[in-house]
């Protein structure tokens, strides 16, 4: 009677400390972290998350924690457990971890997202927060808070420029120049600076490359050619001579562009064509190893190599084109390496699906060029 007593007490004790909170954050975390696709683990992430919000306050730093590498699928449990937490907390007129949610933004180490979250109830609490904060986060490497910083720098040079203080809102368009790393942003401050008499480069201060070996046509009637292995593929051989879609004899060309922001026209470059597939081949040194970031952009399926290894594919025709639509991640090795980019076009005869194009860059993980001098080549190397 005593022992059944006893594990009486035992579970009731356990029922008691699941119904108070006392499961563990970690486990809690754990089974939101492990959704899937097609609602896998729904129902035992949405039982986990109602645990986690009861704990209030206590439990904000380890899911803004969690966010960091969260699938996206437990992001946005993630994200609604913290809003929650924040909101209840809020209404029952009881603080927040100003200091701790302080601490959370300046340590680096954390994503970007997961930074930015906490800075926005930061500033909830706090309103003085950004006056605090965003001067020192130019250089931040979340974008998501060195947009903010930035935008505070933009406003100070309008206000510069619409003064008729010319030095002053020059300095602080520069300066806005040297940290921004979204497109709009630049965009901007080129359109500023040049009023100011200074123009930017923007296709060298995104890091698109503008010099490319090409080949092609290679055959793609009926798409064969996304999946068909053709020589480029297998290891590229500037004097080599291949055979085209019609039977004829092609070599690698020399390409430059000079359209804004590296757009490579392919049916200038190769010719107007339906069916087809060209490749595009640069060489970029870098001093250093480095992660990078192989973005493009294009209308068409593309496939991307950085060194004999694919980054990115995407089988997928006239969808639109924006830049840095496509992201392929890699590491850049000390001294050269090869890009390749094969672009296929289909047969579609409709004026809308005539584009044959890409641009490609290399940056860093927010957008930043990174620092790689693009060889020269020849057909004759």
């Not at 392919?266 to 990078?292: D, F, M, Q, T, W």
Request: charged share 30%; glycine share 8%.
């Amino acid at each position: 009677m005593v022992r059944i007593l006893s594990v009486a007490l035992c579970m009731w004790a356990f029922w008691l400390g699941q119904a108070q909170g006392g499961e563990p954050i970690d486990d809690l975390l754990a089974r939101i972290r492990a959704v899937g696709k097609e609602g896998k683990g729904n129902v035992a992430a949405a039982q986990a998350w109602q645990r986690l919000v009861q704990r209030g306050p206590d439990a904000l730093l380890p899911v803004l924690s969690a966010l960091d590498d969260a699938s996206p699928a437990a992001r946005n449990w993630l994200r609604s457990a913290v809003e929650a937490i924040g909101d209840e907390t809020l209404r029952a007129k009881k603080p927040l971890p100003e200091k701790q949610l302080e601490a959370f933004i300046q340590d680096k180490r954390h994503a970007g997202h997961s930074r930015r979250l906490a800075y926005e109830w930061l500033v909830r609490i706090d309103p003085k927060t950004p006056a605090r904060l965003l001067p020192g986060m130019l250089d931040d490497p979340g974008q998501e808070l060195r947009r903010d910083a930035v935008a505070v720098v933009l406003e100070r040079a309008k206000n510069l420029f619409d003064a008729d203080d010319k030095a002053g809102a020059k300095t602080q368009y520069q300066k806005a120049l040297a940290h921004a790393r979204d497109r709009d942003q630049l965009k901007l401050v080129a359109g500023q600076l040049k009023k100011l008499g200074i123009d930017v480069d923007l296709t060298a201060r995104f890091g698109f490359i503008t010099r490319w070996m090409l080949v092609g046509p290679f055959d793609n009637v009926k798409g064969v050619g996304f999946q068909n292995v053709y020589p480029p593929e297998k290891g590229v051989d500037l004097a080599a001579k291949y055979t085209s879609k019609d039977g004829k004899d092609i070599r690698w060309i020399e390409h430059e562009t000079h359209e804004p922001l590296g757009m490579v026209d392919l049916n200038k470059a190769i010719g107007h064509l339906k069916g087809a597939v060209a490749y595009g081949y640069a060489v970029v040194e870098s001093k250093e190893e480095r992660p990078v970031e192989i973005r493009a952009g294009s209308n068409n399926a593309i496939r991307i190599f950085l060194n004999g290894k694919e980054v990115f594919f995407r089988e997928e025709y006239h969808h639109g084109m924006d830049m840095d639509q496509h992201v392929g991640k890699g590491v850049l090795k000390a001294g050269k390496n090869e890009i390749l980019i094969k672009v296929c076009q289909n047969e579609q005869t409709e004026d809308w699906a005539q584009l044959w194009s890409f641009q490609l860059r290399v940056c860093d993980a927010i957008g930043g060029a990174v620092p790689v001098r693009v060889a020269t080549l020849t057909s004759k190397e």
